[in-house]
């Protein structure tokens, strides 16, 4: 009898060490902040393209593409939370953050101003997928890539989201 319950607590004891180092493992969110701060990569739903500002550029207003994945750092940002639900996404050290230009279509690195709306972007889980909605505060628009035949690039854009158009869900992959 002896044996039967040291077998037991054996099994108990396995099953709480175990429970205990999940928890550990998985970052449950009590505060509501969806995105921690860190850098990452900012891919296309299907992760065929990677979010990148045109030419490595650190002059604002310059233009964010969406190109087939590389190793450039001009493709690593840096998610910061802001206030609520807000997060600015930042472009390297510069300075620079990604965001809506005047024309509230394009979206440009520009300089960070934390009382422009323009600057700072809701982020939200699209459904119970890994991708994420990018949602501009001042135009509340949503972030895309389209292809332009033109320039012959895939440039960011913001749009009415439509949940039928796979181009608005993007990965978030924290870099290295």
């Not at 969806?34 to 990677?50: N, P």
């Not at 590389?70 to 965001?99: P, R, W």
Request: net charge negative; hydrophobic share 40%; with cysteine.
């Amino acid at each position: 009898m002896k044996k039967i319950w040291i077998n037991i607590l054996c099994k108990v004891l396995f099953i709480i060490v175990v429970f205990g180092v999940i928890l550990g493992l998985v970052d449950i969110h009590t505060d509501g902040i969806l995105i921690r701060d860190a850098f990452y990569e900012v891919r296309t739903g299907d992760s065929q393209f990677k979010m990148d500002v045109i030419g490595g550029s650190q002059i604002p207003g310059a233009l964010v593409q969406a190109i087939k994945t590389s190793q450039g750092t001009n493709q690593t940002f840096e998610i910061k939370h802001v206030q609520g639900d807000e997060y600015a996404i930042m472009y390297e050290n510069t300075g620079l953050c990604i965001a809506v230009a005047s024309d509230k279509e394009t979206v440009v690195a520009q300089n960070y101003d934390e009382k422009n709306d323009y600057n700072r972007w809701h982020i939200e889980r699209i459904g119970k997928s890994q991708k994420y909605l990018l949602t501009n505060v001042a135009t509340n628009t949503s972030l895309y890539y389209e292809y332009s035949s033109e320039e012959k690039i895939y440039f960011m854009k913001v749009g009415e989201y439509d949940e039928e158009n796979s181009k608005f869900g993007f990965l978030l992959l924290k870099s290295n």
